[in-house]
């Protein structure tokens, strides 16, 4: 992905905005349609349908009409590309989008490279119905035949163009590298090296909580009450771009120095997916406590790491050269003796093996055993939660 930082005019902005909202009208629209079905249903109806029902909706209403039809169809097109993803078990179920949060549209085809270079340092790029916008040129724009152009939280415009990095050749000199992605650390390297994704400093963690504080004691929907929670998001906007920079970062060096990188094959979905609410039979009417809280902290302690990113760069990067391994006991087991129990785990930090007496960093000693870990398939056959009767709904919406 490569990503340019889009500065409209405020003309640009606003037509920009309605692009956005249109996209997500059609999105929600379509998710509305999926969801309202049940067994007994004939099937909901595809894309080439809903693309037929989405030139009625614009001969319809006026508002839909003014906007780009390739962006109200490519949210058709990500929306089936969404329900093909959650069958095959490798994402879960598509989401409402949300104005403010998922403000964004994609371009395709011979539109997406209308690109004239202005000067060294900028260039503009003609987005349909909005017209020439000026962006940054931090780097080479990619021959791509697709962009997607988004708003962050911080009412910064980004483009980003769907290119996979060029993988970056092997050192070739055989050596595997064990990746634990841990909670103390973000990831710890068999070679004893510890790595520390940046979040926020202390001062703006301060920052942060005294912004929350304003945020809670100011009126809903007043000038105060906006201004913070801009402020809010721009905090949180740098976070995610330091962690971005550092999953490339981290991610290049370690496809440079080892021809296998070995990391354990967990599934941060299904890790991080909300704990399902259970009655308590004794109270009519209420909730047991399901540790929703605990689990949400550990939540934003995964996705603030951003594992899954890691990986997934990885693979692009080193092409063939990730393995995922199965994480089962690795954490519990002495990496020098191979002796296996809880009682290793003195604490989150320190491993100290009861056989042996090898005495490491525990993230350390997980990342030894998964650099000698044996490979598993990267998919598993039938995807999780999904029954199989389901079947004829991926081909309907794909
Ligand atoms: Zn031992």
Redesign the pocket.
């Known amino acids: 992905m490569s990503r340019f930082r889009l500065y409209p005019t405020p003309t640009q902005h606003a037509a920009l905005l309605e692009q956005c909202g249109h996209a997500r009208y059609v999105w929600n629209l379509a998710l509305e349609q999926w969801s309202m079905w049940t067994r007994d249903r004939a099937p909901t109806p595809g894309f080439t349908e809903q693309c037929r029902q989405l030139t009625e909706a614009r001969a319809a209403s006026d508002w839909l009409r003014v906007g780009s039809q390739t962006v109200q169809q490519q949210a058709l097109r990500d929306f089936a590309q969404a329900v093909r993803n959650f069958y095959t078990g490798t994402h879960r179920r598509p989401t409402w989008r949300k104005a403010g949060v998922h403000e964004g549209f994609r371009i395709v085809g011979a539109q997406a490279s209308r690109i004239v270079k202005l000067n060294r340092r900028w260039a503009k790029v003609l987005v349909p119905k909005v017209g020439w916008v000026r962006l940054r040129l931090s780097r080479a724009v990619p021959n791509s035949k697709s962009y997607r152009v988004t708003c962050d939280r911080g009412g910064r415009w980004h483009l980003a163009f769907a290119a996979v990095p060029p993988p970056i050749p092997a050192p070739g000199t055989g050596e595997v590298v064990g990746v634990d992605r841990g909670i103390t650390v973000s990831a710890a390297l068999s070679t004893g090296e510890l790595l520390a994704c940046p979040g926020l400093s202390e001062t703006e963690h301060a920052r942060l909580k005294r912004l929350q504080r304003q945020l809670a004691r100011s009126r809903r929907c007043s000038n105060r009450h906006e201004r913070v929670q801009a402020a809010i998001a721009r905090l949180h906007a740098r976070v995610a771009d330091r962690r971005k920079h550092w999953v490339e970062e981290t991610s290049t060096d370690l496809a440079r120095r080892f021809d296998v990188i070995r990391v354990e094959d967990l599934r941060i979905p299904q890790m991080t997916r909300r704990p399902k609410p259970k009655l308590d039979p004794e109270r009519p009417g209420n909730y047991r406590p399901n540790r929703r809280r605990a689990k949400a902290g550990l939540n934003r302690g995964i996705l603030a790491h951003g594992w899954g990113l890691l990986v997934q760069r990885l693979e692009d990067k080193a092409p063939g050269r990730v393995e995922r391994v199965k994480p089962a006991y690795t954490s519990q087991t ?6 296996c129990a809880p009682e ?1 785990r003195k604490s989150q930090a320190v491993f100290r ?6 005495q490491a960093n525990a993230d350390v000693n997980a990342a030894i055993n998964i650099a000698a870990g044996q490979a598993v398939s990267a998919r598993r056959e039938t995807p999780p939660g999904v029954s199989p009767k389901r079947e004829p709904q991926l081909t309907t919406s794909a």
């Open positions: 002495c990496a020098v003796c191979q002796h290793n093996c009861v056989a042996c007496g090898h």
